[in-house]
């Protein structure tokens, strides 16, 4: 399911955390020390490490990913965040392409009907706010940075030659013949294989070579 379960308990914080990462150097692993370095020393920051994974900004062990460094990039920061909250909350965005615009309240009620009971109420209402929070940081009035695929272009067959009328060369000999109701053989060879006897008897040769000539003329 394409939607973030993770969430902050401190939504007001969001662009400090952000903030935060694109002044510091990025780590090998993205751990509890290395927020704490940040200035993040509570327990309810902790939570921002999850966020993260969910946003694609690193993976499952800490690491940064990709969009991680592109992020630092900050001419581009909040439009690669939108492109991370479209893939981690991508069932709310099937349901509204400016589900980004939701309120706290809008993002609840959708996100209800998703979790399908999965999910108490109280959980449900931080995931919304935590959604809101980081879209009014992101940058969503650009387009996507995913880049599209490439379609190889179809392989054209060559354009068959126009055949004009009256051109013998236009129509084979084999189906003018056919076409005029007649079938008309020209050209019969006929290969004939002798197998000689093995004999060093000229008379034999002879004899032979001289029935050919009789017989086929």
Avoid: W
């Avoid at 005029?180 to 040769?205: C, M």
């Amino acid at each position: 399911m394409g939607l973030a379960e993770s969430y902050t308990l401190k939504p007001n914080a969001i662009p400090a955390y952000f903030d935060a990462i694109l002044d510091a150097q990025p780590p090998e692993r993205f751990s509890l020390k290395f927020l704490e370095n940040l200035g993040f020393t509570s327990t309810n920051d902790r939570l921002f490490i999850g966020m993260l994974k969910d946003l694609g900004f690193l993976n499952r062990d800490g690491a940064p990913q990709q969009r991680y460094f592109e992020f630092l990039d900050r001419s581009q920061s909040k439009r690669l965040l939108a492109d991370g909250i479209r893939e981690g909350y991508s069932d709310l965005f099937s349901i509204n392409t400016k589900a980004n615009t939701y309120s706290v309240e809008e993002a609840k009620n959708k996100l209800r009907t998703l979790f399908a009971g999965k999910k108490t109420d109280l959980v449900i209402s931080n995931i919304a706010k935590t959604f809101k929070a980081l879209c009014d940081y992101a940058d969503f009035t650009s387009a996507t940075a995913t880049p599209k695929k490439s379609e190889k272009p179809a392989k054209q067959e060559p354009a068959e030659q126009p055949q004009e009328l009256g051109s013998e060369k236009s129509i084979p000999q084999e189906s003018q013949q056919i076409a005029a109701g007649k079938i008309r053989v020209s050209g019969l060879q006929y290969h004939i294989n002798i197998v000689l006897p093995e004999t060093r008897d000229q008379a034999v040769f002879d004899a032979i070579f001289k029935s050919l000539r009789d017989h086929l003329g």
